[in-house]
């Protein structure tokens, strides 16, 4: 295994940021054990129906069901009539679906204490900059749904608006007492939209904060959300290589380089830490080419990576291994790919 250079481990063990000049040199965390080993085929899907690509997967309230909104068997649900939401029972049987003809590129999905399902529509596969000419309109919206599928609530205009809520949204994370924050912005173009909001749980705009940029209060695709035991907010800020540690005011509290080029994230209820890296290697560009992709594993409280899963397919020149990544209460790891079009569990190694 090898170690992080004593001055970065140091600093990572107080929780101080790194400067820019320090994490440019930081050396990538590439060869940790990796104590998991890979169950493809588990999910049980309806005859004829194939898998589309994915990035949105969670745990059910029981602990054990896993939830994941899919691309319709393709990358987008455009011209589909199929199903996206899916419940899978803890031995991949399908128990529910519902969700058809409502989004197109299901790209987050969320499970809150109310046991209600959101789901997050990026329709990051139509254009970049503006939204889809379509009549009606459709996309770039978040939908709650009760576990049984009802529509309880739509957030967001139908294709989308750079001037408010949202355009190309890419994550939610409700917290323990209702309010909810998104995460918008899915490409890395000059003059992109790049933003956190914070929602009271009626829906009312809290705040929103961030713009475009690579600064220490920008983001570029702000693609993930967890918190941890402590209330503080993990946020994925794929485009700059990093994490960034807020309180729920929005105040940066540190910033994380070692888990590479966050796609998803998810921290457990012991504050471990699950970062799926789907665009380092030959996907990336700059600093992020030194990494490999895969699913990073360490400690939320200190920061310290301990294990890595690596992507199986390593030398793929398109995204590959998880993009978004779910952990049940055994340990359990769901990995949701984009690129492969699949769902992948992983156990630890007997």
């Given at each position: 295994m090898r170690a992080l250079r004593p001055r970065f481990a140091a600093l990572l063990a107080v929780g101080a940021p790194l400067t820019l000049a320090a994490q440019a040199t930081m050396q990538p965390v590439n060869d940790l054990p990796n104590p998991y080993r890979a169950i493809e085929g588990w999910a049980k899907l309806p005859e004829g129906r194939s898998w589309g690509s994915t990035s949105a997967v969670a745990i059910d309230r029981d602990g054990r069901s896993v939830w994941v909104a899919e691309r319709c068997g393709a990358n987008s649900c455009a011209n589909s009539s199929l199903d996206p939401v899916l419940e899978f029972d803890p031995d991949g049987n399908l128990v529910r679906h519902?969700?058809?003809g409502l989004m197109i590129s299901p790209h987050g999905i969320f499970v809150d204490r109310d046991d209600n399902v959101w789901v997050v529509d990026c329709a990051c596969t139509y254009g970049r900059t503006a939204p889809p000419i379509e009549s009606p309109p459709r996309g770039h919206q978040i939908f709650e749904f009760s576990h049984d599928g009802k529509l309880l609530r739509t957030l967001g205009v139908p294709g989308g608006s750079r001037d408010s809520a949202f355009f190309q949204p890419n994550a939610i994370y409700v917290a323990p007492n209702g309010a909810f924050f998104v995460a918008e912005g899915h490409s890395s173009a000059p003059g992109s939209v790049a933003r956190l909001f914070k929602f009271s749980s009626d829906g009312k705009l809290v705040r929103a904060w961030g713009s475009f940029g690579s600064g220490p209060d920008d983001w570029d695709q702000p693609h993930a959300l967890a918190m941890d035991s402590r209330g503080r907010l993990f946020v994925g800020d794929r485009g700059n290589n990093r994490i960034k540690i807020l309180d729920q005011d929005g105040n940066l509290l540190d910033t994380w380089y070692q888990f590479s080029r966050p796609s998803g994230i998810?921290?457990?209820?012991?504050?471990?830490?699950?970062?799926?890296?789907?665009?380092?290697?030959?996907?990336?560009s700059g600093r992020s080419r030194l990494?490999?992709?895969g699913i990073r594993i360490g400690s939320a409280k200190t920061g310290q990576v301990t294990a890595f899963i690596p992507d199986p397919v390593e030398q793929a020149t398109n995204t590959s291994a998880a993009e978004g990544v779910a952990v049940d209460a055994r340990g359990v790891i769901y990995g949701a790919e984009v690129g492969p079009k699949d769902l992948k569990r992983y156990e630890r190694t007997p």
């Open positions: 519902f969700g058809a998810w921290i457990d209820a012991n504050d471990n830490i699950y970062v799926g890296d789907s665009e380092s290697g030959s996907v990336g990494w490999k992709r």
